[in-house]
């Protein structure tokens, strides 16, 4: 009964969700990657469909397949996400689960580079990626929600807190993705939600149950 009750308390909505690491290109057949598998991005758009969602999910190279039941953009760099978020816009509500780049190559070659006899390896010059999440947060049309992630390796909390101020969104999920948490690539997440009245820590769960609890929440936020 509770099912049936919670069932399309989302319809008629529009949610954006970002996920998957994504691919910068350093010439046509190397790039420069991260662990990210995915899997929470990926929870979260299908639970947000289990509650009635439209969902756009603009995805990078992820190693778990995409949910059924959802709009699916696929892509490969962060400036190409950037690209495919905006053009998802309007929405409801954004949740950015993606671990975009921070950098890309600056001018990635076209050809194949080649080991040129010398001794002394290539130098790859970085630049910065746009922030997506911040674009978002400040940007016409804004969600009336927008949420992001934080990964962190240490001071956590602090550090998410920092991050939500500085990037003008409504709340933030901390995670502590040091190798020793098994988070990045493993089944399980352990959260803490941030927003404008303080942290609250979930307990360490299924990713898929991170994402039902997050749906909850943001369909209590719109409704
Ligand atoms: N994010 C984004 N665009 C970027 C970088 C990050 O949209 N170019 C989003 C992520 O999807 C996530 C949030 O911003 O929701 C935080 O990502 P994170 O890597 O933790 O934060 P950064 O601001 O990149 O800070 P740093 O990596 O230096 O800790
Ligand atoms: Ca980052």
Same mark, same amino acid.
């Given at each position: 009964?509770?099912?049936?009750?919670?069932?399309? @308390?989302?319809? !008629?909505?529009?949610?954006?969700?970002?996920?998957?690491?994504?691919? #910068?290109?350093?010439?046509?057949?190397?790039? =420069?990657?991260?662990?990210?598998?995915?899997?929470?991005?990926?929870? =979260?758009?299908?639970?947000?469909?289990?509650?009635?969602? @439209?969902?756009?999910?603009?995805? !990078?190279?992820?190693?778990?397949?995409?949910?059924?039941?959802?709009?699916?953009?696929?892509?490969?760099?962060?400036?190409?996400?950037?690209?495919?978020?905006?053009?998802?816009?309007?929405?409801?509500?954004?949740?950015?689960?993606?671990?975009?780049?921070?950098?890309?190559?600056?001018?990635? %070659?076209?050809?194949?580079?080649?080991?040129?006899?010398?001794? *002394?390896?290539?130098?790859? $010059?970085?630049?910065?990626?746009?922030?997506?999440? +911040?674009?978002?947060?400040?940007? #016409?049309? &804004?969600?009336?929600?927008?949420?992001?992630? +934080? +990964?962190?390796? #240490?001071?956590?909390?602090?550090?998410?807190?920092?991050? &939500?101020?500085?990037?003008?969104?409504?709340?933030?999920?901390?995670?502590?993705?040091?190798?020793?948490? %098994?988070?990045?690539? !493993?089944?399980?997440?352990?959260?803490?939600? =941030?927003?404008?009245?303080?942290?609250?820590?979930?307990? *360490?769960?299924?990713? $898929?149950?991170?994402? @039902?609890?997050?749906? #909850?929440?943001?369909?209590?936020?719109?409704?």
């Amino acid at each position: 009964i509770s099912a049936a009750l919670g069932a399309g @308390r989302l319809a !008629g909505r529009h949610v954006l969700v970002t996920s998957g690491p994504t691919h #910068e290109p350093i010439d046509p057949v190397r790039y =420069i990657a991260n662990r990210s598998s995915g899997a929470q991005g990926t929870a =979260i758009a299908a639970a947000l469909r289990d509650l009635g969602a @439209r969902v756009t999910f603009v995805t !990078g190279p992820a190693s778990v397949p995409p949910p059924p039941g959802v709009d699916v953009v696929a892509v490969g760099t962060a400036a190409q996400m950037a690209a495919a978020v905006r053009a998802a816009l309007p929405a409801d509500a954004a949740v950015m689960a993606a671990a975009v780049a921070d950098w890309r190559i600056a001018n990635p %070659g076209t050809q194949k580079m080649k080991k040129d006899g010398s001794d *002394r390896p290539p130098a790859l $010059d970085f630049a910065e990626n746009e922030d997506i999440l +911040a674009a978002v947060s400040r940007g #016409e049309p &804004r969600p009336r929600l927008v949420v992001g992630f +934080a +990964a962190e390796t #240490e001071k956590v909390v602090e550090h998410a807190t920092a991050k &939500r101020l500085r990037k003008g969104c409504d709340w933030i999920l901390a995670n502590d993705v040091s190798p020793e948490t %098994g988070i990045m690539g !493993g089944a399980e997440n352990a959260v803490t939600l =941030i927003d404008a009245n303080g942290a609250e820590p979930w307990p *360490r769960m299924g990713k $898929d149950a991170v994402a @039902r609890r997050l749906a #909850e929440r943001i369909a209590n936020a719109l409704a």
